[in-house]
């Protein structure tokens, strides 16, 4: 059997990409403001290897865009509600606008008060989380931010899609290197994911999902063909990743104000794929607690962690892949990058440099 062709890429310089993207977003009715921090969050994604929210994402923001599910230029409505508590209505836009509407007073707040949050509710958020909470580690703030999706995973003992893949983004600094970050989703598996292993014709292991009969497959085509993923943690501990499914739900959602996973129709759109939910964001100043000394106990607990067999600490996978990125270009398919080029009406110009 012979090996498949390797597949052509290309690196990209990071403001190239970002610039593309825009022209991309802009060209298919989002506002300049709007086009400029979705292609940030989508450029950066691909750029720290989160290929699952990066370019791969973008034929679904179009898609999108085009149905009239999302409105991209809105304007969202901040509203002050308490001295620790910002609202922000997304008015049908993406999550991401309205954060960086509501950033600054949300911010002040944090540093009178020492702890904020922030509801955002009628947004759609379709990209990586762990952008909105990494800037805020870099402020000297520890973040937490959480998001509910479409109904895509069974709850623990059921046998319908109930709930999304409800991701938890978490991100503290640390003294002498880049801040603590995670970003995962309660299923077993992002959802993205499971459209790569689709689309590239791989098997996924089994205990990630169940077809349109509740029964237990390996075949991500029937995951998403009317079945359904499954919450992490595996079959003796799945009770587990339901149940922060369910906390992302109320959080995300209920108090919100945004919908449930699955309470919205998009229906009377076709094309569309962005969740029209909510998003909680929480951010604690440790100043307040353990003044400057907080970034150095999280340094002491980094090197615990790697004095006890821990290869890999949160994050430094994306900040390795980030640094290969700015050194010599943002990887990509060759074949993708001429698709996105042509989708900014840009064709005819130079590629990427091949790799």
Not at 140 to 164: D, E, I, Q, R, Y
Not at 278 to 284: D, K, P, T
Not at 311 to 319: A, F, L, T
Request: one cysteine or more; hydrophobic letters at 40%.
């Amino acid at each position: 059997m012979q090996n498949p062709s390797p597949v052509e890429s290309v690196h990209i310089p990071f403001p190239r990409m970002r610039s593309v993207l825009e022209r991309i977003f802009e060209r298919n009715g989002t506002s300049p403001g709007v086009a400029a921090i979705l292609a940030d969050n989508c450029a950066s994604a691909q750029r720290d290897g989160a290929m699952s929210h990066g370019l791969f994402r973008i034929p679904g923001y179009v898609s999108t865009l085009k149905s009239g599910w999302v409105d991209g230029k809105a304007v969202p409505v901040v509203e002050d509600k308490a001295p620790g508590f910002i609202a922000v209505d997304a008015a049908n836009g993406f999550a991401q606008p309205a954060f960086f509407a509501a950033r600054d007073a949300f911010l002040a707040k944090v540093r009178a008060n020492g702890i904020a949050l922030m509801a955002i509710r009628r947004s759609h958020h379709f990209a990586a989380l762990w952008p909105d909470v990494e800037p805020l580690a870099r402020e000297g703030l520890v973040a937490l931010t959480v998001v509910n999706s479409m109904a895509c995973v069974v709850p623990s003992g059921g046998h319908t899609a109930l709930f999304g893949t409800n991701p938890i983004a978490f991100a503290a600094p640390r003294e002498n290197g880049e801040p603590v970050v995670f970003d995962l989703a309660t299923s077993a598996i992002a959802h993205g994911d499971i459209q790569i292993a689709a689309r590239a014709g791989h098997d996924v292991p089994q205990g990630y999902g169940v077809d349109r009969h509740g029964e237990h497959t390996t075949k991500p085509r029937e995951i998403l063909e009317g079945g359904a993923l499954l919450p992490f943690g595996g079959e003796h501990g799945m009770h587990k990743g339901s149940a922060l499914s369910m906390m992302v739900e109320l959080l995300a959602a209920a108090l919100t104000g945004g919908n449930f996973s699955f309470e919205f129709d998009w229906s009377g759109h076709p094309g569309a794929q962005t969740p029209y939910t909510g998003q909680l964001i929480i951010a604690i100043d440790p100043r307040l607690t353990s003044g400057q000394g907080f970034a150095q106990r999280c340094e002491t607990l980094v090197a615990a962690m790697a004095g006890a067999g821990q290869k890999r600490q949160p994050g430094s996978r994306r900040h390795e892949a980030r640094a290969r990125s700015l050194e010599h270009g943002v990887p990509v398919e060759a074949e993708r990058w001429r698709e996105l080029l042509a989708m900014a009406g840009l064709d005819h110009e130079e590629s990427g440099t091949t790799a």
